[in-house]
């Protein structure tokens, strides 16, 4: 069995309190590897390590080109141990190889790029440095500058634990700040690895350190820490709102990530079958525990039964099975209690009287595992709790809507707003729709096509600030003026008279 220590200040240490914790595979319910497991006191060691290194400048005063050069490296090198965690992910979450070799590595290593190559570039240099001449109130230079904010903590979800580490490192590292992140307990491995592959690559020793603990204990450490300028949490919005409360005792930075229902609406005049599948996509993919997955599929009524029917045939394509294997499209979920979740929920939409037309029920040919077959309710009024409330599992809500006000009403009618897609064959048409929908994301005729380049976030109960691009990057900088006026006598300083005679 993999050992797992915390990773702090550039090297494996056991917590101070010496517990460790198996981390389970949910395709075979076994424990694979042991992770330590921190406190509060790990918490505080781990910060006291970012806050030395970066008040030592090591990284800061560092040029954007050499650390942007640096996190190219990470990339390679991430891209170098694809196999190794791709594994280790798929063992700790239960996706699939598919997933983790085509979307959970290349994501990851891309994030790392991107930023390393963003900061190397004049858009960078320029939003580092704007420069103003002004006349009044006084002639002036005038320097607004972008600096790092210090120690700044990431708190991640269990769904995508490597991609979501590089979300918060890469953007972090990129601004010259230093880092404690704190992945889920219950899949820890890979962040801990990008946190060794970050040194190995050239990152200085406690510029990335990341602890693996409980969130009451380790993580409310963090998240209130004094030295902590900045927390980008990842989660359910009731831990979002507890966080955004912590953060007030130091009136930290905070950057919410968090849940969704979002609406997935298929316009009449769309491609039928490309939508039927995209929805299937949008719901299915990585057993739905997506926090912008399409759990709200809104279909005009005229085209409702040939989506129904047709989303039904392209089940059959999906195979559920052995997380190892490439031809698996869907694994299990990631614990039983996960599992247990999406029971209950249900068993609430058959109660509230939505109709469930597929799924509903564990495989019966795969006994052992957290396995749960994708789940469709039709006829779903959007006042149920299935269409209002996250499952985060395989289950999809069809709703009809009979004109596009209505469809939009629907989509609207929710206390989140994370993602969402229009699909239809009159693209501008699409957009339009699009800006009506309350989201941060809306995909015209895609699903899922998260781009590291633009802004993610959530609008409503789905979030505070943006990941990703030039504007996730903006949210890792302080920003300051610096005013220069004249050298002139006291005659030159108008404002003087405003106090002396
Ligand atoms: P969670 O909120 O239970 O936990 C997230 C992280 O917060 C974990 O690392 C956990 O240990 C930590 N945590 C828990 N309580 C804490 C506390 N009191 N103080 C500090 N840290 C604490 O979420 P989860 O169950 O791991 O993930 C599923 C949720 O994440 C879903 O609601 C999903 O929608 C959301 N999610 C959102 C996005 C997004 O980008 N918007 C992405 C992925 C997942």
Not at 390 to 399: D, L, T
Request: with cysteine; glycine share 10%.
């Amino acid at each position: 069995m993999k050992e797992f220590g915390l990773f702090i200040n550039g090297e494996w240490q056991a917590a101070k309190g010496g517990k460790t914790a198996p981390t389970i595979n949910p395709a075979t319910e076994e424990p694979w590897a042991t992770v330590a497991v921190a406190d509060r006191e790990d918490s505080r060691k781990a910060v006291a390590a970012a806050k030395k290194a970066h008040d030592s400048g090591v990284w800061r005063n560092k040029s954007p080109q050499e650390r942007g050069e640096i996190l190219q490296k990470v990339a390679m090198a991430i891209f170098e141990r694809q196999n190794e965690l791709a594994a280790a992910e798929v063992q700790d979450g239960g996706g699939t190889m598919r997933k983790a070799m085509s979307m959970d590595v290349p994501g990851t290593a891309q994030t790392f790029m991107h930023f390393g190559q963003y900061i190397c570039g004049d858009e960078y240099k320029a939003m580092l440095q704007e420069e103003y001449d002004e006349i009044a109130p006084v002639p002036s230079k005038n320097y607004v500058v972008r600096e790092p904010i210090g120690v700044c903590v990431g708190i991640t979800p269990w769904n995508f634990p490597m991609i979501m580490a590089s979300w918060k490192i890469a953007p972090a590292l990129a601004a010259g700040n230093c880092v404690v992140l704190k992945p889920a307990s219950v899949t820890p491995v890979t962040s801990l690895m990008v946190g060794e592959i970050c040194t190995q690559a050239g990152v200085p020793a406690g510029v990335v350190n990341v602890i693996s603990g409980p969130g009451g204990a380790a993580g409310e450490e963090l998240a209130t820490h004094p030295d902590v300028g900045k927390v980008a949490f990842t989660g359910s919005t009731e831990v979002g709102r507890r966080i955004m409360q912590l953060g007030a005792g130091t009136l930290k930075k905070v950057t919410l990530e968090l849940g969704g229902k979002s609406p997935n609406i298929i316009l009449k005049d769309a491609n039928l079958d490309t939508a039927a599948l995209g929805a299937l996509f949008g719901t299915f993919m990585h057993q739905g525990q997506i926090c912008e997955s399409g759990t709200r599929v809104l279909v005009h009524e005229s085209i409702h039964d040939q989506i129904v029917e047709k989303m039904l045939a392209g089940l059959k394509r999906i195979q559920m099975g052995d997380t190892m294997e490439m031809s698996t499209g869907m694994g299990p979920l990631v614990s039983s209690a996960q599992r247990d979740t999406v029971e209950k929920y249900v068993a609430i939409g058959k109660d509230q009287g939505a109709k469930c037309v597929a799924g509903g029920k564990r495989p019966a040919n795969l006994p052992k595992g957290y396995y749960y077959e994708p789940t469709i309710f039709d006829e779903v009024d959007n006042k149920q709790r299935i269409a209002q409330e996250e499952i985060f599992g395989p289950v999809v809500s069809v709703i009809r809507f009979r004109d596009e006000d209505e469809a939009v009403r629907i989509a609207n009618d929710s206390v989140y707003g994370l993602g969402g897609a229009v699909w239809s064959a009159d693209k501008d048409h699409a957009v339009a729709v699009a800006r009506r929908i309350e989201t941060g994301t809306v995909w015209v005729n895609d699903y899922h096509m998260i781009n590291i380049r633009f802004p993610f976030g959530g609008y409503k109960q789905s979030g505070v600030g943006r990941e990703l691009g030039k504007w996730g990057l903006a949210e890792y900088h302080e920003v300051k003026h610096i005013h220069v006026g004249e050298n002139t006598p006291p005659e030159g300083k108008f404002y003087l008279q405003l106090l002396l005679n």
